[in-house]
């Protein structure tokens, strides 16, 4: 199955996209997703990851606990005062096992117990450490000085479970054991754990292995290598707790859309997961939905989750889309897509995933209605330009819900049509998501959905110049099957309108007298590797790959031409590029 494409950039008679009524609609009455205000995390943090999704593989089947919202705690007096004394159950992930960490109260909130473990105190946690995080749980943060995260989240998404009848939640700091390796690498910067949302002893029905409750609402942070004094610790506080409300209304929740919802909430506490966009930026073709086991291996994945729930935020409906999805039974992909149905969207969920993957790629804002960009977020995705044409058949490989991002730069100022051939298999016609991303000196200038019409027919309205209209085309193209797990090949080839034309020059070599050398000079630049020239004379044959010195400009080949044939003069030429015969002629050799 094969996909044409001729790329032209529309001309005045011709509009470029067609945008539906609803989706102009829509993007208005959205606009309330406004930008607000995000502090970036200090420079020099550590690449950090959560250590929610690694115990949940570990305990895999949670019991959710009944129903019992956390009301306001303003007028419950505090159980516990400060200077209690507690053994608390932490997790050690450099060997999968529970220990008990001895830790003390140094604070009672109106929200928050916060606890701060023994051998940490008044090294790397002071009074002052945990006066500023009682004051970001509970009465400011850089999203909203009137809000500490508390607030903000429940309002957000919903109050937490209260499974221990107080409605304060434990706050823990303390170190994390894992296996960061300073100055570098990654490390856990904090965890909720569903373990502690049910009673006594739990035995993991995979491994046999049992762990102890500390029957209370409670996350912990790190404070080695994180500090707690930064803002990047009360990121790691707001994204924590996040997974405590999420637990309450799906115990089974998929990690992507967990982690997702998680790092919106550092978001939308005024926390902004800066690192992890980052490294989405270098690795943006990670699948959103399938995530890998290892720790620093799923860094960009989360970047990529967050990067999804905040262009939900900023274009399906706000607030009331993310607390749909925080709250609803249904686990993944049929949670979300279930979300927007609810809030008034019927726009399948792999439209929304391909334009999504386009606004990651495009960033712009300012084109059908803000559709195409990330208004909270300056993004520069890596894509690898193709720069010589034509480009040969080449194949890739995409998981599910993963997503390449195709760019093809002019190689000059003149007007150069381009066509692009997609193929896959028939069983996946209606799996990929295409956008064409035209952009003119930087400046994005048109975006088209083209995988409206089934893969096996041209299915692009392309444009006419490629090099004076448009300087650079990407193609998003987004992968989503109907079933997890599931992988697909494409194959795709490109090449210019413009049937490219060499200049060919055959000449004896001035100093090795027994070798004849062949140049080719392309009109445009071409792919290395895809030239071929052939020398022949009364009967003789001479083949040769041509290489290239300088990207595809010119090309050269070196014949040694035997004893007994060297005296003949005139020899014909034949030049083939992808195989084809591009031109043929004859030169004259003098002695």
């Known amino acids: 199955m094969m996909i044409s494409t001729d790329l032209r950039v529309p001309g005045p008679r011709r509009h470029a996209v067609v945008v539906s009524t609803i989706a102009m609609l829509l993007a208005a009455t959205f606009a309330h997703a406004r930008p607000l205000s995000v502090v970036p995390e200090e420079p020099g943090t550590p690449n950090w990851v959560d250590g929610t999704p690694i115990l949940a593989r570990l305990f895999p089947n949670p019991v959710t606990p009944p129903r019992l919202p956390s009301a306001p705690a303003q007028n419950v007096a505090p159980r516990f005062n400060i200077g209690h004394a507690r053994n608390f159950f932490a997790f050690d992930f450099t060997n999968s096992k529970q220990y008990v960490a001895p830790a003390t109260l140094r604070a009672v909130g109106d929200f928050c117990y916060v606890y701060v473990e023994d ?27 009137s809000r500490g995260i ?25 170190d994390i054991r894992d296996n960061f390796r300073p100055p570098t690498g990654s490390f856990v910067a904090g965890y909720f754990t569903s373990v502690n949302q049910q009673a006594g002893n739990v035995r993991d029905p995979r491994w046999g292995v049992t762990f102890q409750s500390n029957e209370t609402e409670m996350v912990y942070v790190d404070v080695n290598p994180l500090d707690v004094m930064t803002n990047a610790a009360m990121g790691i506080l707001a994204h924590e707790f996040q997974h405590l409300i999420h637990f309450g209304y799906d115990a089974s929740e998929d990690t992507w859309v967990n982690e997702g919802a998680s790092e919106f909430a550092m978001f939308l506490c005024g926390y902004s997961p800066t690192s992890h966009v980052r490294q989405f930026e270098a690795e943006p073709s990670v699948s959103l939905v399938e995530w890998p086991n290892g720790v620093g291996s799923s860094l960009p994945y989360y970047g990529s989750a967050y990067l999804w729930m905040l262009y939900l935020y900023e274009q399906y409906g706000g607030l009331n889309t993310l607390k749909r999805i925080v709250q ?3 686990r993944g992909v ?35 209605g803000g559709r195409y960009g990330i208004q909270n977020e300056n993004l520069r995705i890596t894509s690898r330009p193709h720069l010589a044409y034509p480009v040969s058949q080449r194949t890739s490989s995409l998981d599910g819900w993963a997503g390449h991002f195709l760019e093809f730069r002019s190689p000059s100022g003149d007007p150069l049509p381009l066509q692009v051939d997609l193929a896959a298999q028939e069983r996946w016609r209606d799996a990929f998501s295409v956008r064409a991303l035209l952009f003119r000196s930087g400046e994005l ?10 893969l096996e027919a041209r299915f692009m309205d392309a444009f006419e110049e490629f090099g004076v209209e448009a300087t650079r085309v990407l193609l ?3 992968f989503q099957p109907s079933s997890d797990g599931e992988t697909a090949d494409y194959e795709y ?4 309108g413009a049937p490219v034309t060499f200049q060919v020059v055959g000449f004896r070599n001035p100093i090795q007298r027994d070798y004849v050398e062949l140049v080719a000079l392309p009109s445009v630049p071409v792919e290395a590797g895809t030239v071929s020239g052939a020398l022949m004379t009364q009967g003789l044959t001479l083949n040769g790959d041509m290489k ?3 990207g595809g400009n010119s090309f050269g080949v070196s014949f040694r031409v035997p004893d007994n044939a060297m005296p003949q003069r005139e020899w014909s030429w034949v030049l083939t590029h992808f195989d084809q015969v591009v031109g043929e002629g004859s030169i004259q050799l003098p002695d």
């Not at 006066?131 to 400011?140: G, I, Q």
């Not at 200038?445 to 089934?454: A, G, K, L, N, T």
């Open 119 to 145: 051998t940490e105190w008044n090294t790397r946690v002071n009074q002052n450490a945990v006066d500023r995080t009682v004051r970001a749980f509970e009465n400011d943060t850089p999203g909203d000085p």
């Open 150 to 174: 508390y607030q903000i989240e429940v309002d957000a998404f919903g109050p937490p479970p209260d499974i221990d009848g107080d409605p304060r939640v434990v706050l823990l700091l303390l």
């Open 328 to 330: 609803s039974p249904q």
């Open 334 to 368: 049929t949670g979300v897509e279930t979300a927007l149905n609810v809030e008034g969207f019927s726009a399948p969920i792999r439209q929304v995933v391909g334009d999504w993957r386009a606004a990651v790629a495009a960033d712009d804002d300012t084109i059908e």
């Open 445 to 454: 200038i048109d975006v088209r959905d083209v995988s409206r019409v089934p």
């Open 476 to 478: 998003s193209v987004a």
């Open 493 to 496: 080839s490109v090449r210019l």
């Open 548 to 550: 290239t010195a300088d």
